[in-house]
């Protein structure tokens, strides 16, 4: 299993930016993916999950309306739309493999993390 978080960067409050996650390694479209951040000082905190078909997500209740999250099984891919950016948005954020179709929570020992891309929102 690989994950490869990338678009990460320097955004300005109110801004917008596209998070993406390459997977490799397992039949992505049979999975549940989710995104994580860890925030300065602060501990990590579930963001957002997808159901395999792509059609159906969960969300973090303090984000929903701003970020959205989507994938491609065509191309193995999970996104995360996220805008209206804010500097408490700050934070590495890591695309998460659940170990089944089902969305997972950060307390799965079984789910599977990438590395992380680092954001940060700032004027």
């Known amino acids: 299993v690989q994950l490869v978080e990338s678009g990460g960067g320097l955004a300005q409050p109110g801004g917008s930016l596209r998070l993406s996650c390459a997977a490799s390694?397992?039949?992505?479209?049979?999975?549940?993916m989710v995104w994580a951040r860890h925030a300065p000082g602060k501990g990590l905190e579930w963001v957002a999950g997808s159901y395999p078909g792509g059609s159906v997500a969960d969300y973090r209740d303090s984000l929903k309306g701003r970020v959205t999250v989507s994938r491609d099984n065509s191309k193995n891919i999970l996104y995360l739309q996220m805008d209206s950016l804010k500097p408490e948005d700050t934070a590495l954020y890591y695309c998460g493999k659940c170990p089944s179709g089902y969305v997972c929570g950060l307390a799965d020992e079984d789910a599977y993390w990438g590395q992380g891309t680092q954001v940060t929102v700032s004027s």
């Open positions: 390694g397992f039949t992505f479209s049979t999975y549940a």
